[in-house]
C-alpha cells in the first residue's frame, strides 16, 4: 500500500485505490471512480500534496489496458482480485476464462491497441 498524495487514498499492490475514513474503505480499480464513490458516502476528497497527486494521476492513467480488471505491473498483465497473471494478454485471456471469470472491453480503442502492441512483442 502506497499513500497517493490524497487525503485517506493509497495505492493498493493491484493497483487498485482504496480510501480509509475511520470504520469506512472504500476501493475502486481507478482514481475517478474512487472519487465518486467518496462524494456519494458525503466524505471528504482532498489533495494532501500536489506532486504525489499527479504522480497518483499518471500511475492511473497508465494502468488502462481497455479490459476489464486487466492490469499491468513489472512486465506482466494481471487480472485483479485473482493470482492470474502473463506476459501475453492472449495467455491471460485464456486463463481468466478457464477459471470461469469474466473476460471484456471496457474501451475498444484502448483494448485494441495493448492487443496489438502485446502480439507484435510475440512475433519477435
Not at 480510501?19 to 480499480?29: I, P, Q, V
Not at 486487466?70 to 478457464?98: C, G, M, N
Amino acid at each position: 500500500m502506497k499513500f497517493s498524495g490524497y487525503m485517506n487514498v493509497y495505492l493498493m499492490d493491484d493497483l487498485s485505490w482504496q480510501y480509509e475514513f475511520g470504520d469506512r474503505t472504500l476501493r475502486a480499480d481507478n482514481l475517478k471512480d474512487l472519487e465518486l464513490l467518496v462524494n456519494l458516502y458525503g466524505l471528504k476528497w482532498n489533495i494532501l500534496d500536489e506532486e504525489l497527486a499527479l504522480k497518483s494521476q499518471r500511475i492511473d492513467e497508465n494502468n488502462f489496458t481497455g479490459f476489464f480488471n486487466v492490469y499491468r505491473k513489472d512486465d506482466f498483465w494481471h487480472y485483479r482480485k485473482t493470482d492470474l497473471k502473463s506476459k501475453s494478454l492472449q495467455v491471460l485471456k485464456k486463463k481468466v476464462l478457464a477459471n470461469g471469470f469474466e473476460w471484456k472491453e471496457t474501451d475498444k480503442n484502448l483494448a485494441y491497441k495493448n492487443w496489438k502492441l502485446d502480439e507484435r512483442k510475440f512475433q519477435k
